[in-house]
């Protein structure tokens, strides 16, 4: 694909990434001459007329977020194949620096989790659920600032069943899934705070809440499993920030925080030092029920 040109305006260059739903490019936008990043949809999406319908609903939306903590969507287009044109972030990917080995001091896992939370409670508020909080999906900038990527795109994979369960049938995502995605329920504002609990229990413990060999089994944990307190794996953590995680972490969604900005709040609250005062939902654990997940 190197030196197409999409929309009679972005000549692609190198292949920077790719994934279960798409390949990026850098690209050189021709028209404002400045380098940006291209999402191009895999070629069996792209056959989708229902999943391209609502791709291209949800990149619109997507591209009305102006917040410093997400990856700004600049445009979009269908040829060769739907595509979204982003902001080139110079950095790593979470997940990058988390498979470097390198566990994070306190400080500055409560800091990326605050980034990342600042950036969904700007999105709640406008009505736009990310859906697939995972570390791939959060940039750490050359500065050291947070950024959330692919809005949007969760969200049109949300409504096909059928693509959800093959594109989530991957072990680095379902270690994220919120155990009503796993069931296939409605998945909302709720959905990214338990997925935001996961990846910041990760930081924090130096692994995820559950794990398994096999997306199903790991499904199953996110709607049974105990989890385990944060400070059984790592006993050094403040009290206050095991109860975040468990709060975060509730099976009911009903039990997690209310809001991103309320989780934020806590947090924050811990970075300076004070107390919190939420408290853990003593619900059962959610009984045994389906999980959608394909094997």
């Not at 902001?87 to 980034?115: D, K, N, P």
Request: neutral net charge; charged residues 20%.
């Amino acid at each position: 694909m190197m030196n197409k040109i999409l929309g009679a305006r972005y000549q692609l260059g190198a292949m920077i990434g790719t994934g279960g739903m798409a390949d990026v490019y850098i690209a050189q936008d021709q028209r404002l001459s400045r380098e940006v990043a291209v999402k191009i949809l895999r070629s069996d999406l792209a056959k989708d007329p229902t999943f391209v319908s609502r791709f291209r609903k949800e990149a619109k939306a997507a591209a009305g977020l102006n917040h410093p903590g997400i990856v700004a969507v600049y445009d979009s287009g269908e040829d060769p194949a739907p595509y979204i044109v982003m902001e080139l972030v110079s950095g790593h990917t979470l997940r990058e620096l988390i498979h470097g080995g390198e566990r994070l001091q306190l400080s500055r896992a409560l800091e990326i989790g605050a980034g990342i939370l600042e950036a969904l409670d700007y999105s709640h508020q406008r009505g736009i659920v990310h859906r697939d909080i995972k570390p791939a999906n959060v940039m750490i900038t050359d500065k050291g600032d947070v950024k959330v990527m692919d809005f949007g795109i969760a969200r049109a994979m949300d409504d096909l069943g059928a693509t959800l369960t093959s594109t989530w049938n991957v072990v680095g995502t379902a270690q994220y899934l919120s155990p009503e995605q796993a069931l296939g329920e409605v998945a909302d504002a709720p959905t990214d705070i338990y997925s935001t609990g996961c990846l910041l229990y990760e930081l924090l413990t130096g692994r995820p809440p559950f794990s398994g060999e096999t997306p199903v089994s790991i499904a199953y944990q996110h709607v049974s499993g105990a989890l385990t307190p944060a400070r059984q794996v790592q006993p050094d953590l403040p009290e206050s920030v095991e109860v975040v995680l468990a709060v975060a972490l509730a099976k009911k969604p009903e039990d997690r925080y209310a809001s991103a900005n309320a989780m934020l709040q806590d947090i924050n609250k811990i970075r300076a030092g004070q107390n919190i005062s939420t408290k853990v939902a003593r619900a059962p654990l959610a009984s045994r029920r389906t999980v959608i997940v394909s094997s």
